[in-house]
């Protein structure tokens, strides 16, 4: 067949020739998207990108779920200032009874912040802990309880979250007959009639006037026998057990050598044996371990100094984990870290004081129960708590956490 081209001449080509030509190049384009199916930079590529979006969800989900927690963690932040409205008086804050406390069995832990809580002290107490904790501040002449200058109220006092509801329930068991057939019982959780409540007060203004007036404050329990005491050879557990924190001043807790009923908690980062030492005498550690520790630990104090911490003039022994013990890095305790905290303990031990680790951590939830377990099975006397519900729960005790952190 005969073709002109664009000149005119005349040009000839086979019809065949076009079909495999057509046919050479439907073949290449064929084998051109078969390369880049199994191109291998491509595929990483899209690999890259599929694990990016994944590690960015996930982290994202992560990031949420931890804004979830410490929203629902810090609620009752909100709830403190509609639960006590502003014109209720101290005096209706102090309601709470031990009605509802006969079948709560005491467990090692301290409430902190306990004034955050949606009914300070008996929330505490209802789940069975063993301590709660107030933040004072003294301004005309009065003490406030708040964790802040900005979140104090009138109504919000240490005599109306704390003194009188107190005094309110162990004057209830009093009418029983209870304490006068047994002056040392707690009256507060039958379950352990002998088991003494912390009261952890904790100085934010200057230490010797609010020391002078949380003094006065707690004169009512101390009228009626319910704060344990010092007598200047023993100490005699009570029902309520006061203890100074904060800007408490030491020397002038421990002015008095013959009555004290106001305790220091001592701070335990400055408490330290060396674990792997023979102890003088077999079984300390094991014999301090109890409640009748302290009057077990008396007849040490000759061996120290008259400024040293002991249970002549303090209760606790605590600290900061986060300062004192560290970061837990991959989800478990350091050779070091766990060096530390023995060390600390059997001091605090031997001293007869309670140690106790403020700031542990508190998210992931099962790094926080694994720390609480090590800390219990090392001999930490109270573990300082946000998470009522948790602890009630025992929640350290749980074995899939040791899985997964140890």
């Given amino acids: 067949m005969e073709f002109r081209g664009w000149n005119g001449q005349p040009s000839?080509?086979?019809?065949?020739?076009?079909?495999?030509?057509?046919?050479?190049?439907?073949?290449?384009?064929?084998?051109?998207?078969?390369?880049?199916?199994?191109?291998?930079s491509r595929w990483l590529r899209s690999v890259r990108v599929v694990l990016t979006v994944f590690v960015i969800s996930f982290l994202t989900l992560l990031g949420l779920l931890y804004l979830v927690e410490a929203i629902v963690g810090r609620s009752r932040v909100l709830w403190k200032y509609t639960i006590y409205p502003y014109d209720v008086g101290p005096d209706e804050l102090a309601k709470p009874s031990t009605n509802g406390l006969s079948g709560v069995v005491p467990i090692r832990c301290h409430s902190h912040?306990?004034?955050?809580?949606?009914?300070?002290?008996?929330?505490?107490?209802?789940t069975g802990c063993t301590g709660v904790e107030a933040d004072v501040w003294l301004f005309d002449g009065e003490?406030?309880?708040g964790h802040g200058v900005t979140s104090l109220r009138l109504n919000l006092t240490f005599q109306g979250m704390y003194v009188k509801p107190l005094l309110a329930m162990l004057d209830q068991k009093n009418s029983?007959?209870?304490?006068?057939t047994n002056p040392g019982a707690s009256a507060i959780y039958d379950a352990d009639p002998s088991q003494t409540l912390v009261l952890l007060v904790d100085f934010k203004t200057d230490g010797i006037e609010t020391f002078e007036a949380v003094r006065d404050q707690l004169r009512p329990l101390r009228d009626a026998g319910h704060?344990?005491?010092?007598?200047?050879?023993?100490?005699?557990?009570?029902?309520?057990?006061?203890?100074?924190?904060?800007?408490?001043?030491?020397?002038?807790?421990?002015?008095?050598q013959t009555y004290r009923d106001i305790f220091y908690d001592a701070p335990l980062a400055e408490l330290w044996e060396d674990p792997e030492e023979a102890l003088a005498t077999s079984g300390d550690v094991q014999e301090l371990d109890s409640e009748g520790g302290h009057?077990?630990?008396?007849?040490?104090?000759?061996?120290?100094?008259?400024e040293d911490y002991s249970v002549s003039n303090s209760y606790y022994a605590s600290t900061s984990f986060r300062q004192s013990i560290g970061i837990v890095w991959f989800g478990h305790l350091s050779q070091s870290?766990?060096?530390?905290?023995?060390?600390?303990i059997r001091e605090a031990k031997r001293r007869g004081l309670k140690a106790r680790y403020w700031e542990t951590p508190?998210?992931?939830?099962?790094?926080r129960n694994h720390v609480w377990g090590v800390l219990i099975e090392e001999g930490a006397d109270v573990l300082s708590v946000d998470d009522l519900q948790a602890a009630a729960r025992l929640d350290w005790t749980t074995p899939v956490h040791d899985v997964w952190w140890r």
């Avoid at 912040?113 to 209802?126: F, G, I, K």
């Avoid at 508190?362 to 790094?367: G, I, K, Q, R």
């Fill in 227 to 256: 704060l344990s005491y010092w007598d200047g050879h023993d100490i005699h557990l009570r029902a309520v057990t006061v203890v100074g924190s904060g800007t408490a001043p030491f020397s002038v807790m421990t002015q008095n």
């Fill in 337 to 344: 870290q766990m060096r530390t905290i023995r060390g600390q």
């Fill in 362 to 367: 508190a998210w992931p939830t099962a790094l």
């Fill in 176 to 180: 029983s007959g209870l304490l006068a």
């Fill in 12 to 40: 000839y080509h086979r019809i065949d020739d076009d079909v495999e030509h057509s046919a050479s190049k439907q073949k290449r384009k064929a084998g051109s998207t078969g390369n880049r199916w199994f191109d291998l």
């Fill in 143 to 145: 003490l406030y309880v």
């Fill in 295 to 306: 009057a077990k630990a008396t007849s040490r104090l000759q061996d120290m100094d008259a």
């Fill in 113 to 126: 912040n306990d004034y955050w809580r949606r009914e300070p002290l008996y929330d505490a107490l209802r």
